[in-house]
């Protein structure tokens, strides 16, 4: 009989390691840079209003448009991780928003900024759900909730990040230092994902084409198994 691996049963039975938890910090990571711009346009809408002398709550359709953009992104564009990826979808969406913050720099209008606010709360949108779900993933399901509980405060972590950073951007820099270091990072971290963050492991295992990849992963989750080269790799 060839041999059977359920990936679920394996992850649950197995201590956590090195290799999760880098997994953790990297998901927790992305919600970190993905609080970050979420919140930072509230903290510098004082400031915008202020130099394009604009009226109380003129704002207000630009905070519309991001939140909208981040419902259509997790509703559209996260589902995209079963078919191509989770790590590829937290990837590209992190270049997504990077960029979408970061051309918000030159922004001159209303318009123009309520639009790069729309597009980039796609990225946004779509990044967050798939970084909790590759965490949940690969955590053993006693610990899963405090994984999730775990990555998920990166996103208000990153909220509080942005505040200090425009406490302390704003005042020497100006507004438009915030949107720099809020599309710097995503970029950044987005280097490090392409790098170092894995494909899901489940996902991997459904795929034929990625049935080599899925030994690897398992490999690293327990580096004393032995997969016969016949194997059934079950998703669980």
Request: aromatic share 8%.
């Amino acid at each position: 009989m060839p041999q059977t691996i359920n990936v679920a049963e394996l992850i649950d039975t197995q201590q956590i390691g090195g290799f999760q938890l880098r997994v953790f910090l990297l998901c927790a990571a992305v919600l970190f840079v993905d609080g970050f711009d979420v919140q930072g346009i509230t903290y510098v809408a004082p400031a915008i209003s202020q130099d394009w002398g604009l009226a109380r709550g003129a704002l207000g359709p630009t905070f519309s448009a991001g939140l909208f953009g981040v419902m259509l992104g997790a509703l559209l564009l996260a589902p995209l991780a079963d078919r191509i990826g989770r790590q590829r979808v937290i990837v590209y969406s992190c270049v997504a928003f990077g960029i979408g913050t970061l051309l918000t720099v030159w922004v001159g209008s209303m318009t123009e900024l309520l639009v790069l606010r729309f597009f980039t709360g796609l990225g946004l949108g779509s990044a967050l759900p798939n970084a909790i779900a590759l965490a949940y993933e690969y955590a053993p399901k006693r610990r899963r909730a405090t994984v999730v509980t775990f990555v998920g405060s990166g996103i208000s972590l990153g909220a509080i990040g942005s505040g200090i950073a425009a406490a302390q951007l704003i005042s020497t820099q100006g507004w438009r230092a915030v949107f720099v270091v809020g599309g710097i990072l995503p970029l950044l971290l987005a280097a490090a994902l392409a790098r170092s963050l894995p494909e899901s492991l489940r996902l991997a295992a459904l795929l034929p084409r990625e049935r080599e990849a899925a030994r690897r992963l398992l490999r690293k989750i327990r580096p004393n198994l032995d997969i016969d080269a016949d194997a059934h790799i079950e998703s669980g």
